[in-house]
C-alpha cells in the first residue's frame, strides 16, 4: 500500500480524523511532562549518568519542540500523514531514550504495547503490522548491538525492589493512557453511528414524503372541482336559509374553504416547504374566536361521547402571531387526539389552558387518556406514523410543522394510564394583546 492510499480505519471523516490528531498531541505532551519529571529525579537520585540524564532532557526537548511543531502543521497536513509521522518519530525518540536510560532493564519498555495498541486501532491492517514489526526491528537491532558490545548497554540504577515498582508504575501508565485513548475513541464512533442512524431515518422519510407528494398533487386535482361546486351550492343556498340556520351554512361554508386550505398544506408539507416559501403573511390570530370555532365544530363528538371539556384562557395576550387558520389547525388535532384518548376511558375530561410563562404564551392541552406507549412517545412526530386504524398519520406532524415554522416548539409528557399534556410555546408578541 503506498502513502497516498492511507486512510484511517473505521472510515472518519477529516474533521473526525482531526480530533484524533489533537488526542495525539495532548498525549505528547504529557509524554512531554512525565519524561521530563522522571529524567529530573532520575538525576537526582543518580539513578542514570550524568551525561545519559542530559542526552535524555535533550530528547524531552526534542518531543515538546517536535511537538509543537506537530500543532503548527495540524491544519496543514493530511490527518493519516499527521499520525504516520507522530507515529514514527515518537518509536524513534522512545527507543532512544530507553536505551540511554537501561534499555531493557528499564520498565518503561512496556510504553512500546501502547504504539502497538494505538496502530491496531487507528490504522489498516497492513500498516498497523508495519508498526509492529518496526517495533520489533528497532528493539530486536538495539538488543542485538548491544549483545555483540557494537554499543554499550548503559545500567540503571535500581534495586529488587525498585525493579518491581517501576514496572508496576510503567505498566499502569500504559493502562490508563490505552483506557483514554480507546474511551474518546470510542465516543467518536458512538457519534457517528448516531449522526448515520439519524441520516438513514432522514432518508427514510423523504422517500415517504415523496410518495406522499406524488399522492397529495392527484388528491388536490380530484377534490378541487366537486369542492368548488360545493361551495358555489352552499354560497347559493345561504341567501335561502332560515335566519337561525344561517350560522350552520356559515359554518359549512368555512369548513368548505378549510379543505382547500388543508389540502394545500398537506402538498406544502409534504413538499418540506417553509412559512415564507408558502407566501405566509404577517399575522395575529384571534384566541377567543380560535377556540370559539374548533369548540363549535367539535360539540357534536362531545356530547355524544359524553366527554366533559374546560377551556381556561389565562393569558393577557388576545393574539398570537401566527395565521387564524393555523392556530385552528393546531388546536383542533391537538383536541381530535384528546378525544381519541378519552373515548374508552372511565373519566373522560380534557382541558384547554392559554397563559404566559417567561417570554412565550403556552397552549397547553391535557386529557384523561390511556398515555401514550413509552416504545412509540419517539415517533409520535414522524410524518404517516399512526397507531389509528383510520388515521393518516400526519396531524401531529403538521402541527409541530407549522409550530416550528412561526419560531415555536411542542413538547409533551405522558403517563400511562394518567393521560397526556401537549405544550406549544409561542414566542412572545409585546403588542399582540393590545390589537
Not at 101 to 111: A, C, E, H, M, Q
Not at 213 to 230: K, N, R, Y
Not at 315 to 342: G, R, Y
Not at 372 to 393: A, L, Q, R, S
Amino acid at each position: 500500500m503506498r502513502l497516498m492510499e492511507f486512510k484511517l480505519v473505521p472510515d472518519l471523516s477529516q474533521e473526525e480524523e482531526g480530533e484524533i490528531v489533537r488526542w495525539f498531541i495532548n498525549l505528547r505532551w504529557l509524554a512531554f511532562a512525565s519524561s521530563t519529571t522522571l529524567i529530573f529525579f532520575s538525576t537526582i537520585f543518580r539513578l542514570v549518568q550524568p551525561l545519559n540524564s542530559l542526552i535524555l532532557f535533550v530528547l524531552c526537548a526534542i518531543v515538546g519542540i517536535s511537538n509543537i511543531l506537530f500543532s503548527r502543521i495540524q491544519m496543514k497536513l493530511k490527518p493519516s500523514y499527521h499520525l504516520i509521522f507522530q507515529m514514527y518519530s515518537d518509536l524513534i525518540i522512545l527507543s532512544l531514550m530507553l536505551y540511554f536510560s537501561g534499555w531493557y532493564k528499564n520498565p518503561f519498555l512496556s510504553v512500546y504495547l501502547f504504539h502497538i495498541f494505538i496502530a491496531s486501532v487507528i490504522f489498516p491492517r497492513k500498516i498497523s503490522l508495519l508498526v509492529v514489526f518496526s517495533v520489533i526491528f528497532i528493539f530486536s537491532l538495539i538488543t542485538f548491538l548491544i549483545s555483540f558490545d557494537v554499543i554499550p548497554l548503559f545500567d540503571i540504577k535500581l534495586s529488587h525492589h525498585f525493579v518491581g515498582l517501576g514496572w508496576l508504575f510503567a505498566f499502569s501508565i500504559v493502562i490508563l493512557i490505552s483506557w483514554y485513548f480507546a474511551f474518546k475513541l470510542s465516543e467518536l464512533l458512538k457519534e457517528k453511528i448516531r449522526k448515520e442512524k439519524e441520516l438513514r431515518l432522514e432518508l427514510i422519510q423523504s422517500s415517504k414524503v415523496a410518495t406522499a407528494g406524488e399522492i397529495a398533487s392527484q388528491l388536490f386535482h380530484d377534490v378541487s372541482t366537486p369542492m368548488t361546486v360545493l361551495l358555489s351550492q352552499v354560497e347559493r343556498l345561504k341567501t335561502k336559509v332560515p335566519p337561525e340556520m344561517q350560522k350552520d351554512f356559515d359554518l359549512l361554508e368555512n369548513q368548505v374553504k378549510k379543505v382547500f386550505s388543508s389540502v394545500s398544506k398537506f402538498l406544502s408539507f409534504v413538499r418540506k416547504r417553509k412559512g415564507v416559501e408558502m407566501g405566509m403573511k404577517e399575522e395575529l390570530a384571534d384566541i377567543h374566536r380560535a377556540v370559539d370555532e374548533v369548540l363549535y365544530l367539535v360539540r357534536g363528538k362531545l356530547e355524544k361521547l359524553k366527554i366533559d371539556i374546560k377551556c381556561e384562557i389565562l393569558t393577557q395576550s388576545k393574539f398570537l402571531p401566527l395565521n387564524q387558520n393555523d392556530l385552528e389547525h393546531i388546536i383542533l388535532n391537538l383536541i381530535l387526539n384528546s378525544i381519541d384518548a378519552v373515548r374508552k376511558t372511565e373519566q373522560k375530561f380534557i382541558l384547554i389552558r392559554f397563559y404566559d410563562k417567561y417570554d412565550s404564551v403556552v397552549i397547553e392541552v391535557k386529557d384523561t387518556g390511556e398515555g401514550i406507549p413509552d416504545d412509540i412517545k419517539d415517533k409520535i412526530f414522524e410524518p404517516f406514523f399512526t397507531t389509528k386504524e383510520e388515521g393518516t398519520g400526519i396531524g401531529l406532524s403538521s402541527v409541530k410543522r407549522i409550530v416550528e415554522s412561526y419560531g415555536g416548539k411542542i413538547e409533551f409528557s405522558s403517563q400511562k394510564g394518567k393521560g397526556t399534556t401537549f405544550y406549544i410555546y409561542f414566542p412572545y408578541e409585546k403588542n399582540s394583546h393590545s390589537r
